[in-house]
């Protein structure tokens, strides 16, 4: 597979075209923005652990039946992905209360949830990525309300196989944000990135944060804490 032209660059990770059509190329960064972009920074080593976090996971889901964009890893930081027009929507699962909704709702972070409540944002950084609710997202034509069932059936899904996953690694699933992209024969598939900087993860015992919120709050130690989830995933082999 060659790997042709950039096609587009995001805030954390680049995509190019290959010689097949149909296929993409990944490239994870390691720069980190955060507030729509105001803040920025560098992860050290952050684009190889989010490769690595991401395909990982997006494999195990496959094998649960939530069809993703993953192709084949490439190298440390590149991955071959279907081509897909991302939907414009992040969809966020929250377990546990923190970050906007407990701002949003004037509550503390750490209250667990009964149920796992679901949200969409508008994929739309001059407007800051608001809240759209589904019949918002049907009637701006983002998605259909068949793939707006689709999305939250998977998601669900995604939770649940990932909250579990996570708890035998003594790590809290939080919140998490997924993006999904729809095949050029229409299906949806789960697709961006499954990672530290997508996701929040609190140490089951001590409720130490283990994801980019390290950054985003300047808590200190940003690196170590993709580090130790790359440990808690991959254990010590490197
Ligand atoms: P929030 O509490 O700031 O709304 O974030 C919810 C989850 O979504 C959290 O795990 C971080 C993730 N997230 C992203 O992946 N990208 C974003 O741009 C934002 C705002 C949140």
Known sequence: ???????????AKKVFRTDDPDVYLVYYKDDATAFNGEKKGTIVGKGAINNRMTNHMMALLEK?????HLVKELSDRETLVKRVEIVKLEVIIRNISAGS???RFG???????????????????????PLMNAYHAIALKVATREEIEEIKRLAFKVNDFMKDYFKKRNIKLVDFK???????????????????????FWD?????????????RDLGNVEEAYIEMEKRIFGENK
């Open 64 to 68: 649960e039946g939530v069809p993703t």
């Open 101 to 103: 909704f407990a701002k």
């Open 1 to 11: 597979m060659e790997k042709l032209e950039q096609l587009y660059e995001g805030k």
């Open 107 to 129: 509550v503390k972070e750490g209250i667990v949830f009964d149920e796992p409540t679901i949200e969409f944002s508008y994929k739309n950084d001059e407007l800051g990525d």
């Open 178 to 200: 997924l993006e999904f992209g729809r095949l050029p024969d229409g299906r949806i598939v789960l697709a961006d990135e499954i990672s530290p900087d997508t996701c929040r």
């Open 204 to 216: 089951a015992d001590t409720n130490e944060k283990l994801d980019k919120d390290r950054f985003r």
